[in-house]
């Protein structure tokens, strides 16, 4: 099949963002290669594509919400992380509006989704051989939990086309592939996310017949953390917690380990967000103040972009975040069960499904900042999506 020039930016752009190729002498080479897409991004909606972006509710409320995160550079002490923090969130939103532009035929959104996948299974592999990571391919691939946080989106595709295509084993082979990493690295997030993701898959696939299956998935998380060793040592602070403390309700989240987290978060909320609930201190305040002061023992991020939004933006910001989410899951649960075209059906789910799975992750990592790797894929199969379905309209 030959592709246009916007789809074959669309399909390297999107195939690769689990590549960082951040630079081993420790430029921020990351940053610039985002501001590079970005520009390339605009350039080629503005100039080149010859077919609309397609808008929505959803993308509508998240440029809302990057108009507040401008705003807040207007009484933030750091205005220039304001600025990088801004780049990051805009990437989402850039992904969606050139996605839908550029994709018109299923054939380019399966090729863009492959080849994502690939590249997941290269870092993968990588990641599992002793040495290689830091003898042939340093700085190549993001971060291990950006690594795990993508996987969420590659094994939420790879189910969908276990689902509706007819390479069922090998689909179901990379599925399994890619949850048991969470696992095996004992990244509570992404396990949280990935069951999450799962949850909703089946929930936009069957609705409420779903809810059996759902329980299933519940009920497996709570197992694997009581009764999977390296889980259940990392996830509470007292090793004899167990079951049946669970089952009773003595089990509380002063309980849970949070690696001193919630210190953390404590301790920034009352700096950044007490009495400056509605607005926070202004968008970049919680970057620069970590960045420039010794705290936490030298973090330079706050392990939870829900608690940097409040800090930096306020209820405001989480809100309209929230708001995009939901809008989003829900266009893409309707859209499943009203589209008769089986690549818009696989879209749909693949889209709806991985922002919940990636949604939550937020709570605890630092997903905005690996936004490349991360929220390009469910923010990506979302515009795909909307791409699809106006050609079908057609």
Avoid at 139 to 154: D, E, H, L, Q
Avoid at 290 to 296: A, L, P, T
Wanted: proline share 3%; charged share 15%; aromatic share 16%.
């Amino acid at each position: 099949m030959w592709l246009d020039g916007p789809e074959r930016f669309w399909v390297l752009t999107f195939s690769t963002g689990l590549l960082a190729l951040s630079a081993p002498a420790g430029l921020d080479l990351m940053a610039v290669r985002l501001l590079v897409l970005e520009v390339f991004c605009l350039i080629g909606l503005l100039f080149i594509c010859k077919r609309k972006p397609q808008w929505t509710a959803a993308s509508v409320v998240y440029v809302a919400f990057i108009f507040w995160l401008v705003l807040g550079l207007a009484y933030s002490p750091a205005p220039g992380y304001g600025f990088r923090v801004i780049l990051k969130y805009l990437y989402p939103l850039l992904i969606l509006l050139f996605a839908s532009a550029s994709v018109r035929d299923t054939e380019v959104f399966l090729k863009a989704g492959l080849g994502a996948r690939i590249v997941a299974l290269i870092a993968l592999v990588v990641a599992f051989i002793p040495m290689l990571e830091g003898t042939l391919f340093p700085g190549v691939f993001w971060y291990g939990t950006a690594r795990a946080i993508n996987f969420i989106s590659m094994c939420v595709f790879s189910l969908a086309l276990f689902y509706y295509t007819d390479e069922k084993k090998k689909n179901l082979f990379y599925v399994i592939l890619f949850i048991l990493p969470c696992f095996i690295w004992v990244f509570r997030t992404s396990i949280m996310g990935s069951l999450v993701a799962i949850m909703a898959f089946y929930f936009i696939k069957y609705r409420m017949r779903s809810l059996p299956i759902i329980a299933g998935v519940l009920i497996a998380g709570v197992m694997a953390v009581f009764f999977i060793p390296s889980l259940h040592q990392k996830m509470f602070k007292d090793s004899s917690t167990n079951i049946d403390q669970f089952k009773s309700g003595s089990v509380s989240m002063d309980d849970v380990n949070t690696n001193a987290r919630a210190a953390m978060w404590e301790y920034l909320e009352n700096k950044f967000y007490k009495e400056k609930e509605i607005t926070g201190s202004g968008t970049g305040s919680v970057q620069q103040y970590m960045y420039n002061n010794y705290v936490f023992g030298g973090l330079t991020v706050p392990h939870s972009d829900f608690v940097q939004m409040r800090c930096d933006n306020g209820l405001i910001s989480l809100i309209l975040y929230i708001m995009t989410t939901l809008l989003l899951f829900y266009d893409c649960f309707k859209t499943h069960h009203t589209t008769k075209n089986a690549g818009v059906k696989i879209c749909s789910i693949v889209a709806g499904a991985s922002i919940m799975g990636v949604f939550v992750t937020l709570y605890s990592d630092n997903v905005v900042n690996y936004s490349m790797a991360t929220l390009s894929m469910p923010f990506g199969f979302y515009g795909m999506m909307l791409g699809l379905k106006q050609n079908e309209i057609k």
